[in-house]
C-alpha cells in the first residue's frame, strides 16, 4: 500500500487524532506492533480460556463496547456476557474447538447497563504453550474472538421485513378492491337493473337472472384464483415443476445450456417446502451464471416417498468448498448460507459438492411425510 493509498484509508478520525498506529508501528519490537494492532482495532477483541470460563484479554473496543473497564472484563466469567445463552455458547465453542475457527450471529452481549447486544462473532482456537509458577510448561488452549456489534444492522433488517409486510397487505387490499369488490359491484349493478324484467316475468327475468349467477361464478372463480396465487407466493399460482422449469429455461444463455429433469411422482408439497426449493433453485442457477463460467447446468426435483430433492449442477470452474464461506456484506456470500438455512428451517439440508475445474453439485434435500403431498390434478380439479 502506497503513502497516498494509507491516506486513502486513514483520513483524519472524527476525534482528531491522526494516525496514532501509524506513528507507533514504526517501531521494529514485534509485540509492540500487535499490541498496537490489538489496541486500535475497530472490533471488539476477546481473548477466552474457555475452560476456566475466564477473558484473558479485551481491547479498549471491548470495553467500548460492553461499557466494562478492562479490569472489570477480565474478571468476569464469559458466562456473564451471555447469560441465559449457555447451550448456544457451548455449542460455538465447541465448533471453534473441532474446527479451528467459527463463526456466528446467534449471540448476544449483554453491556454493563444490561443492554443486550446483537452480535457477529468470528473465533480461532489457538494452542499456547506457556511457564507456569513452578517453570513447567503448560499447554493451554485459547479463543480468539472478534466481535461486532450489529443491532443496526438487526434494525434495518427489522424495517425491511416491515416495509415487506406493508407491501404485501397493500397487495392484499388491491387484490381485494380489483377482484372482489368489483365484481360484488357489478353483481349488485346487474341485480338492480333485472328489478324491472323480474316484476315482468317470463324469459326475460330468467335470462337476467342467468346472467347474474354466471357473473356469480366467474367471481368466485377468481376469488379462488387469488387466493391460490395468495398462497402459493414465489410460485406465483404455478405448480412447482413448472415454475422450476421456467426458472431454468430462463437461465439459458449464448454460452449456456440448461437441462430440467422431474423424477418420481409429482406431488404437490405444503406451501412452505415448494417456495424452498423454489427459492434455493434461483440462488443455485444465479450461483452458476455469477461464478461458474459453466456451459451447462441441470436442475433435477426428485419426488421421493419421504420427501423432495432438488440438485442444481453445473460443469464449470468448481470452487473449493474446504475453504470457509466469508459473509460480507458488501459482498455477498450470504447464497450458499440461506439456501442452507431454508432447507435446514425444513428439516432437511444442502449438501454442496465441488472443487477447482470439476463444476459443482448442489443438492438441497427435504423431508416431506408421505401422507402430506397431493397430485397436483387432485388439487387442481377443486380450481
Ligand atoms: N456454481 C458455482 N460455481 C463456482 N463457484 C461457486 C458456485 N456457487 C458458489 N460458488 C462460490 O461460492 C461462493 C459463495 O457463494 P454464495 O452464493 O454464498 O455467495 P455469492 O454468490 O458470492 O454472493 P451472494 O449469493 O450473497 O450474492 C461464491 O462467491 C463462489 O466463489
Ligand atoms: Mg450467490
Known amino acids: 500500500m502506497s503513502e497516498q493509498d494509507f491516506h486513502q484509508y486513514g483520513a483524519p478520525s472524527r476525534t482528531g487524532h491522526h494516525h496514532p498506529a501509524l506513528i507507533q508501528s514504526v517501531s521494529n519490537d514485534k509485540e509492540e506492533i500487535y499490541q498496537t494492532v490489538f489496541d486500535h482495532s475497530n472490533d471488539a477483541i476477546f481473548v477466552i480460556d474457555p475452560v476456566e470460563d475466564r477473558i484473558v484479554d479485551a481491547n479498549p473496543k471491548a470495553s467500548a463496547m460492553l461499557g466494562y473497564s478492562r ?29 479451528g475457527r467459527g463463526w456466528t450471529d ?5 453491556t454493563k447497563l444490561g443492554n443486550i447486544l446483537p452480535a457477529e462473532m468470528s473465533a480461532s482456537s489457538i494452542q499456547i504453550a506457556s511457564q507456569n509458577s513452578l517453570g513447567q510448561i503448560v499447554e493451554g488452549h485459547l479463543i480468539i474472538a472478534m466481535v ?20 404485501e397487505r397493500n397487495r392484499l387490499a388491491r387484490e381485494i378492491h380489483d377482484s372482489l369488490a368489483q365484481s360484488l359491484t357489478a353483481i349488485i ?70 437441462a430440467f429433469n422431474v423424477t418420481g411422482k409429482e406431488r404437490v408439497m405444503p406451501g412452505g417446502v415448494e417456495s424452498a426449493v423454489l427459492r434455493i433453485c434461483q440462488e443455485g442457477l ?43 456484506k458488501d459482498k455477498g456470500g450470504f447464497g450458499l448460507i440461506s439456501m442452507r438455512e431454508r432447507a435446514q428451517l425444513l428439516g432437511g439440508g444442502l449438501t454442496v459438492k465441488s472443487s477447482l475445474g470439476n463444476g459443482t453439485n448442489v443438492v438441497a434435500a427435504i423431508p416431506v411425510p408421505p401422507e402430506t403431498g397431493t397430485t397436483p390434478e387432485v388439487n387442481n380439479a377443486q380450481g
Open 148 to 167: 461486532r456489534d450489529i443491532t443496526e444492522r438487526r434494525q434495518a433488517e427489522a424495517a425491511e421485513r416491515e416495509l415487506a409486510l406493508v407491501e
Open 71 to 99: 479490569a472489570e472484563l477480565l474478571s468476569l466469567p464469559v458466562s456473564a456476557i451471555h447469560p441465559n445463552e449457555m447451550a448456544v455458547l457451548q455449542a460455538f465453542a465447541q465448533s471453534v474447538f473441532d474446527n
Open 189 to 258: 349493478w346487474l341485480l338492480n337493473a333485472s328489478e324491472l324484467t323480474v316484476k315482468a316475468g317470463g324469459d326475460a327475468a330468467l335470462e337476467s337472472l342467468n346472467k347474474v349467477r354466471d357473473l356469480a361464478k366467474e367471481s368466485l372463480q377468481e376469488a379462488r384464483r387469488s387466493v391460490w396465487d395468495l398462497r402459493s407466493g414465489p410460485l406465483k399460482g404455478l405448480s412447482l415443476v413448472e415454475a422450476l422449469e421456467q426458472e431454468t429455461a430462463k437461465t439459458t444463455g449464448l454460452n449456456l445450456g440448461t
Open 286 to 328: 444465479a450461483n452458476v451464471l455469477k461464478h461458474a463460467n459453466a456451459s451447462r447446468v441441470t436442475v433435477t426435483v426428485a419426488y421421493g416417498k419421504t420427501g423432495i430433492e432438488l440438485t442444481v449442477s453445473d460443469n464449470g470452474i468448481g470452487f473449493d468448498t474446504e475453504i470457509p464461506l466469508q459473509w460480507d
Open 106 to 110: 446467534e449471540l448476544t452481549c449483554r
